[in-house]
T-cell receptor
Framework: AQSVAQPEDQVNVAEGNPLTVKCTYSVSGNPYLFWYVQYPNRGLQFLLKYITGDNLVKGSYGFEAEFNKSQTSFHLKKPSALVSDSALYFCAVRDGWGATNKLIFGTGTLLAVQP | DAGVTQSPTHLIKTRGQQVTLRCSPKSGHDTVSWYQQALGQGPQFIFQYYEEEERQRGNFPDRFSGHQFPNYSSELNVNALLLGDSALYLC???FGTGFGGNSPLHFGNGTRLTVT
């Protein structure tokens, strides 16, 4: 069965410092991986995805993620954190193959950026 | 271009009651998926509707049912509400059931259901 794990419940970083939010995956075959962000009392906003191709994926709001097949990881990164980046971040993987966009989500990581 | 819209935004119900949540997909999308997000958890897939039929279903009891209308909008119905049904219910839309064209899922802001 496909799954993703987010090992950190919370990540704290100072504004202006680089940030990393970790995600590892377990799938059979080639994964479709996603990052979403959720602000309080809001739905999920798509940040970026990896389906195939370049291992470094660039997304919205200056975020990027690195796909590492040998470590089965898909960590979210940003070179310089902003206070406004503080939110709940979810990693997700497509569940199944072919014509399905059903996603399995991790438990989320709360990012807190201190001014 | 309207995104995914859900109504109502908040709802309070009593155990044993029934509830209906509504979703209008993003313009140009024809597929609607529903997710349940319990407090402190990631969203969990309930089911997906395409061409007015349920195409996929997650591990949820039959108390959870849905419908899709010809205009692609959708309803989620939950019968015999339990305290454990309290959650944020998210609707997501897409064009088709897969990731053809590399189109991601677009989520609405959700309906917060509280069962007392």
């Amino acid at each position: 069965a496909q799954s993703v794990a987010q090992p950190e419940d919370q990540v704290n970083v100072a504004e202006g410092n680089p940030l990393t939010v970790k995600c590892t995956y377990s799938v059979s075959g080639n994964p479709y991986l996603f990052w979403y962000v959720q602000y309080p009392n809001r739905g999920l906003q798509f940040l970026l995805k990896y389906i195939t191709g370049d291992n470094l994926v660039k997304g919205s709001y200056g975020f990027e993620a690195e796909f590492n097949k040998s470590q089965t990881s898909f960590h979210l990164k940003k070179p310089s954190a902003l206070v406004s980046d503080s939110a709940l971040y979810f990693c997700a993987v497509r569940d199944g193959w072919g014509a399905t966009n059903k996603l399995i989500f991790g438990t989320g990581t709360l990012l807190a950026v201190q001014p | 271009d309207a995104g995914v819209t859900q109504s109502p935004t908040h709802l309070i119900k009593t155990r044993g009651q029934q509830v209906t949540l509504r979703c209008s997909p993003k313009s140009g999308h024809d597929t609607v998926s529903w997710y349940q997000q319990a407090l402190g958890q990631g969203p969990q897939f309930i089911f997906q509707y395409y061409e007015e039929e349920e195409r996929q279903r997650g591990n949820f009891p039959d108390r959870f049912s849905g419908h899709q209308f010809p205009n692609y909008s959708s309803e989620l119905n939950v019968n015999a509400l339990l305290l454990g049904d309290s959650a944020l219910y998210l609707c997501a839309s897409s064009f088709g059931t897969g990731f053809g064209g590399n189109s991601p899922l677009h989520f609405g802001n959700g309906t917060r259901l509280t069962v007392t």
